[in-house]
């Protein structure tokens, strides 16, 4: 007897994504199942691919309810979320999807960049507020001309850099390998890099290899006039090693997308006025949105048809091993 062919939806998607996964295919959507447990012990050989964000990933436990899982498509670039070692140890493909954000999450970079060093969210509280007729809005700092630290010069990291050139910025960079053919100075660490620097921009990978990399150390390097910009894991910032240094003055500012533990923030970054708060939304914008689960879907669609993933994540890819 041969079990039907499923696709799991293990969290909420883009409605269209959604939508068309279910079209598609005979999709089972975990989240909405009263007794999802109960259903993964009946059905569990069933499912063939599972299709889930960036944000939830598949558990170790799901993927050992799963025997004959063979893909995990994420939608989203960042997949720290799912083991992919084990994934790939036994036999299940993983991919996300990467490029199609990369110009609106290094938009968004270079926005918050500005923002923060020009105080415009501050500004336009200031306004509302009325203090605009009571005295003028204290100076800010010149973003033209300054010197911005990237920590990992990756798809996103380039795009930020590239927008950079055209304010005039001395770009710095860090990574565990330089990257070849580009002309911004490398250093060898975080620390070193804000050392250098007078904002640190923060693009580097999540997950456990980068976790904490913005240290209290770093932060200190960073100095009383540099401004953190972090749009790529709260995991990366250590975070009450950042409110201590807000608190205390000890940098400029920060602007950040992303959290330790969203959606909840520290409320000593909520009530600082020298910090920019995003709800993570640096590529949440409709056309991106859009081309991600396009992206996603055509993943799922090449491993239902040929039993290959578009673009699988680098570790689960057997062509670059
Ligand atoms: P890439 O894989 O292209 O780039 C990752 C970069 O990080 C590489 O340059 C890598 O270089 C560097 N890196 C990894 N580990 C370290 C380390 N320990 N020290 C220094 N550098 C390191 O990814 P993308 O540019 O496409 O995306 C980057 C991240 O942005 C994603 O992983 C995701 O977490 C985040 N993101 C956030 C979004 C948001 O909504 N805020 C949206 C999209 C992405 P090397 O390997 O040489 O060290």
Redesign the pocket.
Known sequence: TSTPDTVLQVSALLPSLESALSEHYRTVRLPELPDPAEYLRIHGDEVVAAVTS?RVGVSDALMDALPRLGAIVHF?????TTDVARARARGTDVSNT??V??D??AD?AVGALIDVMRRMSAADRYVRAGGWSTAPFPLASRVTGKRVGI?????????VAQRLEGFGVQVA???????PGVGYRHLPT?EALAEACDALVV?????R??EG?VSAAVLEALGPQGYLV????GS?VDEPALVAAVEARRIAGAAL??FTDEPNIPRALLESDRVVL?P?????TRETRAAMGDLALRNLQRFMTEGVLLTPV?EASPSTH
């Open positions: 960036a989203g670039v960042g997949y720290e990467p490029d954000l990369t609106c999450v968004l920590l990992g010069l990756g798809r996103i990291g380039r795009a960079y860090c990574t565990r390998t330089p990257v975080a693009t580097v990978a999540g997950g290899g980068t990399l972090n749009v790529a894991r990366v997308d992303v995003l993570h939304i640096a590529s949440a680098p």
